[in-house]
């Protein structure tokens, strides 16, 4: 068995040790959690988003209507919910006080310095040599966070219409997927998304869980909205099904890495391998469907879940790309192959990192960071040549196999009619009015930050307010950027 002591990342404000943990739950709840004790009766925001509908254009990718949602969806709901619970004081920490610089160098590696991340907390060993472990309901999971946690729940519509309710009732029979604050945010807007919450799934991706990821991407319609999954074994340290989310306004240096395309799937997939870069991995993209491009990829996830390889996931270009990085740092760094120089630095490699965000937890690291520094790490985090090849054949087999059982049961399940992944991303378009653009103070370079939405004058309101709270403190989303709405 192998182990690996680090320090856990807290991701809510009720996340107790373990000893804690278990006094605690002699004396019942005392708080307003999401468990059977406190949910009945609940009453949360929701969300309902529309499905995809199959409308291929000329490239192969899904097309779609251009209709705008009642609520700008990430532009004023997500970041003004989050807005209030920094008001609130619920986040360990002010994120936009970290300094963040970018690396000088071919790659342009994004650096931050985070010391408020993993204070206060002991190490606590970790099992990194098995991948699917059973969920442990004696340990923290998502139901014992407080509902002043959770931003809303994030559904799909029942009419086919993109719809919100400020206070709808929590349908327990039927397990919400909720969006939550991680209480230790990495960015500014840094989120959970916590598939089916009451059924408690342990960390392990399974086809409609990444199907609701993607969707939650597509819905965000702004490229500078990524997700992320971290597998165990590959540095999750809560076994309860989540992943991540947050808007960081440079592309990570993992999308700008070259690839070369190895095939691709019957329903259109492209599959490619990452090139020039310290992590080997794979890239998907395409697909006559969103569900083609979700069944392709959670098929690759299961199928090293089976084979018991850690993996991280980034999901990007609101949900068109999709990163998958077999890894082995924890592996190594349980066997003792990791020197200690790197061990040192408390870096762990987990999907932000590899994506080439440098979360670091110490000044001297972050006044030396360099490209070389950064490289050396991710270097350690790749499987070899050899390992890949033989983890790609697997993930090819099994991706076949899935197509050939359903092309023998018919045609998949059609989706329905919604407006958003394939669209070119409108946050790239300067100078509309309804554009909030983002100027480097050192370089002067603007960067489109919101798509040009027609808010309504309460959403505007938001982003007025947002606006003034942040200025001067946001850096791609926080330190070195200022933001300011054209025509305001």
């Known amino acids: 068995m192998l182990r690996i002591k680090r320090v856990p990342t807290v991701v809510s404000n009720y996340q107790k040790d373990e000893s804690e943990e278990a006094a605690r739950r002699g004396g019942g709840c005392g708080r307003n959690c999401l468990n059977k004790c406190c949910i009945q009766g609940a009453n949360l925001p929701l969300y309902a988003f529309k499905k995809l509908n199959k409308v291929v254009c000329d490239k192969g990718m899904p097309e779609f209507e251009n209709r705008e949602p009642p609520v700008a969806f990430l532009d004023s709901l997500l970041l003004g919910e989050w807005e209030d619970r920094m008001q609130r004081g619920l986040f360990r920490y002010d994120v936009t006080a970290c300094e963040t610089k970018v690396i000088p160098g071919q790659h342009g590696f994004i650096a931050q310095l985070n010391e408020g991340r993993h204070l206060k907390k002991r190490p606590t060993e ?36 993109v719809q919100f309710f400020p206070n709808a ?35 392990r991706i399974d086809r409609d869980s990444f199907l609701l990821a993607l969707h939650m ?26 992943f991540q989310a947050y808007y960081l306004s440079v592309p990570f240096p993992i999308e700008k890495a070259p690839t070369e395309k190895i095939t691709s799937s019957d329903g259109g997939v492209k599959i490619s391998k990452l090139l020039n870069y310290p992590v080997r991995g794979l890239v998907f993209e395409g697909g006559n469907t969103l569900q083609d491009l979700s069944n392709t990829v959670s098929d690759a996830c299961m199928c090293l879940q089976d084979h018991n390889v850690p993996y991280n996931v980034l999901i990007a270009d609101c949900g068109r790309r999709i990163f998958l990085f077999p890894q082995c ?44 520094n950064a490289w050396r790490l991710l ?39 919604v407006d958003a992944i394939n669209n070119p991303p409108r946050a790239m378009v300067t100078g509309t009015q309804e554009c909030l653009v983002l100027q480097c103070c050192c370089c002067s370079s603007n960067f489109n930050y919101f798509p040009s939405l027609k808010f309504e004058e309460q959403d505007k309101a938001i982003l007025l307010y947002i606006r003034d709270q942040i200025r001067q403190t946001i850096f791609f989303g926080r330190t070195l950027l200022a933001p300011t709405i054209l025509g305001s």
């Open 217 to 242: 991407a597509a819905e965000a319609r702004n490229p500078y909205f990524r997700l992320g999954y971290n597998s165990l074994g590959a540095f999750a340290t809560i076994n309860h099904l989540h």
């Open 379 to 417: 270097a350690e985090v790749s499987l070899s040549e050899e390992r890949f090849q033989e983890v790609y054949a697997f993930i090819s087999e099994a991706i076949a196999a899935h197509a050939s059982l359903e092309d023998s049961d018919g045609k998949s399940e059609s989706l329905e009619d």
């Open 169 to 203: 009732p929590v349908d327990v029979e039927n397990s919400p997927s909720v969006v939550a604050i991680n209480v230790s945010p990495i960015e500014y807007g840094h989120v959970l998304l916590i598939p089916r919450i009451l059924e408690c799934l342990p960390q």
């Open 329 to 372: 740092y924890a592996e190594k760094q349980a066997l003792g192959e990791v020197s200690a120089e790197l061990l040192d630095t408390q870096v762990n490699p987990a999907v932000w990192e590899i994506s080439g965000h440098m979360v670091l937890k110490r000044k001297k690291d972050f006044e030396e960071a360099s490209e070389e």
């Open 126 to 161: 970790f099992r990194v040599d098995k991948v699917l472990q059973p969920f442990d309901g004696n340990k923290f999971n998502f139901t014992k966070v407080g509902q002043e946690e959770v931003l809303f729940q994030f559904e799909a519509s029942e009419d086919g219409e």
